[in-house]
């Protein structure tokens, strides 16, 4: 009998791997989320939408001379509007023009205070009134930010159970530069033949938008 004893096999040592330290592993987790929050916000800022996809700019195409800018002694009373066409929020197509109707045009940024202030105020004047029937309400959304507080606009309207019909203006505010806008709000009053009647800027009361619709429909 042989005394010879079997080499067992030898396996190779385990190789130690370092272990990070749980501090590593939180640091990089956190880089991780502060670089996703960042991409997200820059990619907010450059929308145009809210979460219901609704447009809040639209293409504007202007025609015609503009109205020169607002001041109190105002030069457009009795000049032509230009022919303004655009889109609402969800892109149906809207016209303000000559179109042989007396009109009044409200123009509203979503940021203004004073905007802010007075659309509950329109919309519980024409809640209670009725307008004459040959006379056409417009509104323009316009001066569209949304780094500005209470974004996006479709959603400040909605809320408020705005009624009119409101023109999305572009990035360029090519609706409101074309009627002459000074300040926020905006107001401006077509004649049936086309001309301005009267314009005004700020807070207005019942009183003075009444006034308004009669200065619409004055000869």
């Given at each position: 009998m042989s005394?010879?004893?079997?080499?067992?096999?030898?396996?190779p040592a385990p190789i130690a791997v370092p272990k990070r330290p749980m501090a590593i592993w939180l640091v990089i987790v956190g880089a991780l989320v502060v670089a996703?929050?960042?991409?997200?916000?820059?990619?907010?800022?450059g929308s145009t939408k809210d979460p219901s996809n609704l447009a809040q700019v639209q293409a504007v195409n202007v025609t015609g001379?503009?109205?020169?800018?607002?001041?109190?002694?105002?030069?457009?009373?009795?000049?032509?509007?230009?022919?303004?066409?655009?889109?609402t929020f969800d892109a149906s197509p809207v016209t303000i023009k000559n179109d042989g109707r007396a009109k009044v045009i409200f123009?509203?940024?979503?940021?203004?205070?004073?905007c802010q202030a007075e659309v509950p105020v329109i919309t519980r004047w024409l809640a209670s009134t009725n307008p004459p029937a040959t006379v056409d309400l417009y509104a323009v959304s316009t001066a569209v930010s949304a780094n500005q507080p209470n974004y996006p606009p479709s959603a400040w309207l909605a809320r408020e159970n705005?009624?009119?019909?409101?023109?999305?203006?572009?990035?360029?505010?090519?609706?409101?530069?074309?009627f002459g806008l000074s300040g926020y709000p905006f107001f401006v009053v077509v004649k049936a033949d086309g001309t301005v009647a009267v314009r005004a800027s700020g807070e207005l009361s019942v009183s003075q938008l009444d006034a308004l619709v009669r200065a619409a429909t004055s000869k």
């Open positions: 005394n010879s004893v079997k080499a067992r096999p030898r396996h996703l929050v960042v991409a997200l916000l820059v990619a907010g800022r001379t503009p109205l020169a800018t607002f001041s109190d002694r105002d030069t457009a009373v009795g000049q032509p509007i230009p022919t303004v066409t655009g889109a123009f509203v940024a979503h940021w203004c205070p004073h705005w009624p009119i019909v409101t023109m999305a203006d572009d990035n360029a505010s090519s609706a409101a530069r074309a």
